[in-house]
């Protein structure tokens, strides 16, 4: 699907940055941020704050919705800007950003700017100390963006078992921040360089972003209560309900794609196809492998080129056919194919984040500090969600944790629950060092899936002081003591 | 989650097969009076010992016509006689849960039943139920994530009849599914069944069973008002019975729950049972949530009224087993 929108240009500068003539054109003209609803994000000129002479870059409004994923099925849910996923926002590292916020629940509310090394101020989070958004209020948010890459905003506050609130609603939307003309920071802060290989030219571009609608308590199979969905949609549409993504044979699509799920991780499949893998979180790796599923966890992102080189109406979806049927799927359609959109299960289900990582993994020196964490639960009944705990303590109890600015860190998650972890650290990202006992390098990230289980390491130097917080992205499991606020010695 | 815990922690129900009790309701005399005007013709066991409770309306319109002693006695005469009518029950012991077997899967349950103290006695050719040992298959199958479909083999060994088969029932039942987002699970079980006349004279008996559970924190509870009526049989005539079962129990830690579990048969429900002959069982149980596809349960009822038998000993164990394509898995860690 084609689009002019001017918005919709993107990562290709951060992935694609020795683009041929013929390239560029193709992309600007094709480029498209695949949803159904028009971006909503107001520019400069529109976004007028009539108490500030300043204008803001962006405003962004919270408000109820209803809204339709598919014909006569309407979900009523809280969003920005009365979208559903809320506007791309595209910023630019190093380019200072002013962003309204206009809050028109009746409940307080904060925006998260996820991936940004931003201070606590503004990061948001609560917890961090980031002011909270009044009831009809308006607050401005001034930050200066870094890094570069794929990120999103979303919000923060607290659901427990409340599925009206929390990310089991529609706040949440992409946040594209370009690189700086020129070399950037944070491309340095790399170190790897990985991701000036160009991946090549690309044809098209969608943003996905997969989201389940309706959730409701079941029991799991660890005994515990756990969050089902009766639906669940990309980019706001279920299956099948949605525009088709248009391609052409020999085309190469890039998909940037979120799971913006308040619990599930999702595995994704485009059946005949394969996913060159250019960026984790935003960051490009150093190796592009070429994987037949995707695996993500709760707020990571993918970025993904696919070669369109097995013409048909396919669809793009999730493996489970529950959740496929749930509505978790898009339609990928060839020119000229006209047949009903086909599925075939994947053989099987694997991701490595190794296999993106060096060749040949780096072995750094040792590090300065080695910060064991351990993630365990506790039960509470059938009837109720587990209790989680990050060294026996659950959040707001918590033993201290420090960060040492400018040391090398050791970052040892070991998740001896018998659930998968997607492990997420504010305003900083990390270098992933071993999973599972097998060393890697060059992968960086700010969420991790720690398996059940199992140990990953990551290395981390902190360098932006101030209260930081940890938690696990599953939202019934921070908000049942999955967190920690680590603060800089 | 507002169903059983996954585990089928207490899914399933009694057994129902239809039966006759000489309850006296409405006769002027108890079961109890029956039993000690029967003793010496060793009939106050049995009926002591039945596991149902219904009325014979027969007798009491004789009883109530007459009142002399010599209709007394044919009361009495008509009523032993028609305690041979009960069923023995005990060949599955569990209350339902609202949650249903996943589709593409299949439940294997065996129930164990052992009546340690119970009717020891023939009683007009049906079978003495102490030291009976009741085994009963239960194979239950989903259909889709509301409903299911449980296929019963009632078998049952004692001394001097050996190993019996003693019936078959089908038991469709549907649920609100937990998408509905209802506070409480809710469930609708509906049973049809044969047994032979030498374990029940009611050959063919059907069951409605309403099903209301809900799990709270670690506090689980169900309820079951079940309705029953007889189609083939001496009690056809009897109207339909209520035999209500009810359980309660608490999660000791993730893998052992313990609570009681509550059998009755209050008679027709139009014609209510005094509590003496009611039936009335109590089983202090534990649920072992070893895994999401096993199930086992164990417990000792005592029954405390004399229409019930004293002491039964019941386990089930239940494996789960799916079949037909499934999605794929993800692969252990690691490439």
């Not at chain 1, 989070?125 to 401005?140: H, L, V």
């Not at chain 1, 930050?143 to 794929?150: A, E, K």
């Not at chain 1, 780096?362 to 080695?370: L, Q, S």
């Amino acid at each position: 699907m084609a689009s002019s929108n001017p918005l919709a240009s993107t990562l290709g500068s951060l992935i694609a940055p020795h683009l041929s003539r013929r390239a560029f054109l193709r992309r600007s003209t094709a480029a498209s941020l695949w949803i159904a609803s028009p971006l909503a994000a107001l520019p400069r000129a529109q976004a007028a704050i009539q108490n500030n002479a300043v204008l803001a870059d962006y405003t962004l409004e919270i408000s109820e919705l209803e809204w339709e994923i598919a014909p006569g099925k309407r979900i009523h849910t809280s969003a920005y800007n009365g979208q559903i996923p809320g506007p791309l926002l595209r910023l630019t590292e190093g380019k200072p950003v002013t962003i309204d916020v206009v809050n028109r629940l009746t409940r307080p509310e904060i925006v998260h700017w996820h991936g940004q090394w931003i201070p606590p101020s503004v990061d948001g989070s609560m917890e961090e100390g980031t002011p909270m958004i009044a009831p009809g209020a308006r607050t401005r948010i001034q930050f200066t963006p870094r890094p570069f890459g794929l990120h999103w905003y979303h919000t923060h506050i607290h659901a427990n078992r409340d599925f009206h609130l929390g990310l089991y609603n529609g706040q949440f939307g992409f946040l594209l921040v370009e690189p700086s003309v020129g070399a950037s920071s944070s491309a340095r802060a790399s170190s790897r360089d990985g991701w000036e290989a160009s991946p090549g030219a690309y044809d098209q571009e969608h943003f996905l972003v997969l989201h389940e609608w309706d959730a409701y308590f079941v029991a799991s199979d660890d005994g515990s209560e756990e969050v089902a969905y009766r639906y669940g949609t990309i980019n706001g549409r279920m299956l099948g309900h949605a525009d088709p993504i248009s391609v052409r044979p020999g085309q190469r699509i890039l998909l940037h794609i979120l799971n913006a799920s308040a619990t599930l991780p999702h595995w994704l499949a485009l059946p005949g196809h394969q996913f060159q893998i250019v960026a984790l979180d935003g960051r490009p790796v150093p190796t592009q492998a070429k994987v037949d599923t995707l695996r993500l966890g709760p707020a990571e992102r993918i970025s993904a080129l696919v070669t369109m080189d097995h013409p048909g109406v396919w669809i793009l979806g999730e493996t489970d056919p529950e959740l496929r049927d749930a509505g978790l799927g898009a339609v990928i359609e060839y020119a000229g194919s006209t047949s009903k959109p086909q599925w075939t299960d994947p053989a099987s289900l694997s991701w490595d984040y190794r296999a993106f990582g060096d060749a040949t993994p780096h072995i750094g020196p040792k590090p300065d500090i080695a910060l064991p964490l351990v993630f365990t639960s506790k039960f509470q009944g059938h009837g109720a969600l587990n209790r989680w705990m990050i060294d026996g303590k659950s959040f707001p109890d918590q033993v201290p944790i420090t960060f040492r600015q400018g040391l090398r860190h050791r970052l040892i998650f070991n998740n001896r629950s018998m659930d998968d972890h997607p492990i997420h650290l504010h305003r900083h990202a990390f270098e992933l060092a071993s999973i599972a006992g097998k060393p890697t390098s060059g992968v960086y990230k700010d969420v991790v899936i720690v398996r059940a289980g199992t140990v990953v390491e990551a290395n981390l130097i902190p360098d932006n002081p101030g209260p930081t917080l940890f938690h696990c992205h599953q939202q019934d499991h921070m908000d049942l003591g999955f967190m920690a606020l680590i603060h800089y010695a | 989650m507002h169903s059983s815990h996954s585990w089928g922690l207490v899914t399933g129900h009694g057994f129902i097969p239809s039966a006759a009790f000489p309850a006296a309701k409405g006769c002027g005399l108890g079961a109890g009076a029956f039993a000690r005007l029967l003793k010496g013709h060793d009939f106050s066991r049995a009926i002591a010992s039945q596991k149902r409770t219904r009325a014979l309306a027969p007798a009491q319109c004789l009883f109530h016509a007459r009142g002399n002693l010599s209709f007394v006695f044919l009361c009495l005469l008509l009523l032993a006689s028609s305690a041979a009518l009960h069923a023995q029950g005990n060949y599955e012991i569990q209350v339902y849960g609202a949650e249903t077997v996943a589709p593409k899967t299949l439940m294997v349950e065996l129930h164990s039943n052992f009546t340690a103290v119970g009717q020891k006695y023939y009683i007009d050719g049906q079978a003495p139920t102490n030291h009976a040992e009741h085994e009963t298959v239960e194979l239950t199958q989903g259909i889709n994530d509301w409903s299911e479909v449980g296929f019963y083999i009632f078998t049952s060994e004692q001394s001097g009849l050996g190993a019996q088969w003693v019936g078959d029932h089908i038991r469709p039942r549907v649920r609100v599914p937990e998408s509905w987002g209802w506070p409480v699970g809710v469930s609708l079980s509906t049973e049809v069944g044969y047994q032979r006349a030498l374990f029940s004279y009611d050959t063919w008996t059907w069951e409605i069973r309403p099903i209301v559970d809900q799990t709270r924190g670690r506090w689980y509870w169900a309820v079951n008002p079940a309705l029953e009526r007889t189609w083939h049989g001496p009690d056809v005539n009897l109207g339909i019975g209520f035999s209500p079962a009810a359980k309660i129990s608490y999660d000791f830690n993730k893998y052992v729950s313990g609570g009681f579990e509550y059998y009755a048969d209050y008679g027709s429900i139009t014609d209510i049972a005094s509590l003496h002959d009611q039936q009335q069982q109590i089983f202090p149980a534990v649920d072992l949530n070893v895994s999401p596809n096993w199930e086992i349960n164990f417990g000792v009822g005592l029954g405390p009224t004399a229409a019930t038998d004293r002491w039964i000993v019941k386990g089930i164990l239940g494996r789960r087993f799916t079949w037909g394509h499934q999605p794929p898995q993800p692969l252990p860690q690691g490439p």
